[in-house]
């Protein structure tokens, strides 16, 4: 099984900050890395795929980059309805995992 | 835009089997993988499972010996049946869309419902 490990656990930030979560892979995956958001009491909603490509529909601040086993998720300029928690997941092999999240909080 | 829809009973009792249902509507039910992804209250999110449109399937190694995920296409809609369930099984459990080409990702997602483990 692929280990996704994140990081940080929690983070405060302001608005208008820049936002970088980290997402770990163990082994590799090449770039079958995904981000998604999910805000309380909804579902998860898909941010990245394939590392660096952006969802449709998804804002431009955020972007992705990484390859093999260290990923990011780049929030450029923070807004009031990015505060939520973040969750990287591996597409590379079965049993799919996700990373534990990053919760990202008003400061 | 497809939309999928979770249905089941909230509250199942220790050792019984939880049940749930995905409706599928605006959009087709073929040739797309179709999963179940639980979130524990605390704890990140687990994959249980997904099935193809064809009836083929793959489960989590930590669920297989109690997960069984099945479709019926003539009413859109696939299902989960998880047995011997106890406290550790109680989770917000989503359905959700595995799409993709080169790349696969979960592009859309159910409302998820609450399943509590509880006598």
């Known amino acids: 099984e692929i280990q996704m490990t994140q990081s940080p656990s929690s983070l405060s930030a302001s608005v208008g900050d820049r936002v970088t979560i980290t997402c770990r892979a163990s082994p590799s995956i090449s770039t079958y890395l995904n981000w998604y958001q999910q805000k309380p009491g909804k579902a998860p909603q898909l941010l990245i795929y394939?590392?660096?490509s952006l969802q449709s529909g998804v804002p431009s601040r955020f972007s992705g980059s990484g390859s093999e086993t260290d990923f990011t998720l780049t929030i450029s300029s923070l807004q009031p309805e990015d505060f939520a928690t973040y969750y990287c997941?591996?597409?590379?092999?079965?049993?799919?995992?996700f990373g534990q999240g990053t919760k990202l909080e008003i400061k | 835009q497809v939309q999928l829809q979770e249905s089941g009973p909230g509250l199942v009792k220790p050792s019984e089997t939880l049940s749930l249902i995905c409706n599928v509507s605006g959009g087709s039910i073929r040739s797309y993988y179709w999963s179940w992804i639980r979130h524990p209250p605390g704890k990140g999110l687990e994959w249980i499972g997904f099935?193809?449109?064809?009836?083929?399937?793959e489960y989590n190694p930590s669920l297989k010996s109690r997960v069984t995920i099945s479709i019926d296409t003539s009413k859109a809609q696939f299902s989960l049946r998880l047995t011997s369930v106890t406290a550790a099984d109680t989770a917000v459990y989503y359905c959700a869309r595995w799409s993709g080409g080169y790349y696969f990702y979960y592009d859309n997602w159910g409302q998820g419902t609450l399943v509590t483990v509880s006598s």
């Open positions: 997941q591996q597409s590379y092999t079965t049993p799919q995992t």
């Open positions: 099935i193809y449109h064809s009836g083929s399937s």
């Open positions: 394939g590392a660096s």
